[in-house]
């Protein structure tokens, strides 16, 4: 019997929907579900596997061509067509179909939702919202997440050239995330943190790592003057959204407040990240951890 997991709705921006994607595509592998993710539609000209499929979630074809964006906006219509149908439908007993919905600020275990669905004999299951997560079965399936979204090969050489331009001269490579823009009032501002604040940290970092010579790679979504960091060893990403995510998972460290952004980073590359949630402490080397599997926090 087949059975279909779709993610109905977009939700957030580029590190959100890798996040929600992966613990998706972590399930449908784990259960022997077939995923349909068309609310990945606009990213998926970066990533080898999305880019070949409007909607079904197949193994990877880097030599695939890329689905035609039309097809991509109708398979993403058609998606939110599919959340209104099977929340009418799944009020008729005997259908076999089910919904779940993941509110703002509150993770739902995907495991029970798939299990409940099962036992529902459903052939569809309809996701909307963010914060579905299921780690077990993220880390079991981490490398085929990492090969399914691994960023096209241009994309690639782009973030090895911006790296190993700073290796050249390092011996330890950081990058760093500073999140701004949306962050002003994202969980009402919680990890804004000015950039003195970053300061501080990479120079808590450069004597963590002590002797090492340290360079920095920064990364932000607003822009800074260059002399703000010109104690240092620092340069810019490459600046494209990608490239600069792939960029930052080839670091030796990662720093930056809680963001699926970073923490995608930090999974992919295999990465210690330090996510900073108490900005006034100093930064210690137990704040460096090894991610798993996809987990922004929040």
């Known amino acids: 019997m087949i059975r279909f997991l779709i993610v109905t709705k977009r939700t957030g921006r ?29 990213y998926a000209d970066y990533f080898v596997g999305p880019r070949a499929d409007a909607m079904v979630c197949k193994a990877p074809r880097p030599d695939a061509a890329p689905t035609r964006a039309l097809t991509r906006a109708l398979a993403y219509a058609c998606g939110r067509l599919v959340w209104q149908a099977c929340k009418v439908l799944e009020r008729i007993p005997g259908m076999p179909v089910a919904t779940a919905k993941a509110l703002s600020r509150k993770h739902l275990d995907l495991g029970p939702v798939v299990t409940a669905a099962e036992k529902r ?17 993220a880390r079991r399936h981490a490398d085929e997440i990492r090969a399914y979204f691994e960023p096209l090969p241009e994309i690639r050489a782009e973030a090895e050239r911006a790296v190993a331009a700073l290796r050249a001269r390092a011996d330890v490579v950081v990058g760093v995330h500073i999140r701004h823009g949306d962050y002003a009032k994202h969980l009402d501002g919680r990890f804004f943190y000015p950039v003195p604040t970053y300061l501080r940290l990479m120079r808590e970092c450069q004597a963590l790592l002590a002797p090492q ?86």
Request: hydrophobic content about 40%; overall charge neutral.
């Open 14 to 42: 580029l590190g959100n929907r890798l996040t929600l994607s992966a613990h998706c595509l972590a399930a449908a592998r784990e259960r022997g579900w077939v995923l349909l993710n068309p609310s990945f539609a606009s």
């Open 121 to 137: 004999s459903s052939r569809l299951l309809a996701l909307q919202g963010y914060h579905f997560r299921h780690h077990p079965w």
């Open 213 to 298: 010579r340290v360079a920095f790679l920064i990364f932000s979504n607003a822009a800074f003057e260059p002399n703000e960091f010109s104690e240092f060893d620092a340069t810019p990403g490459p600046g494209g959204l990608v490239s600069d995510l792939h960029a930052l998972s080839l670091c030796d460290r990662i720093i930056g407040a809680p963001s699926s952004y970073s923490s995608w980073a930090a999974f992919y590359g295999r990465v210690p990240i330090a996510r900073v949630q108490q900005p006034d402490r100093a930064l210690m080397p137990t704040d460096f951890t090894l991610l798993q599997s996809p987990d922004p926090l929040y």
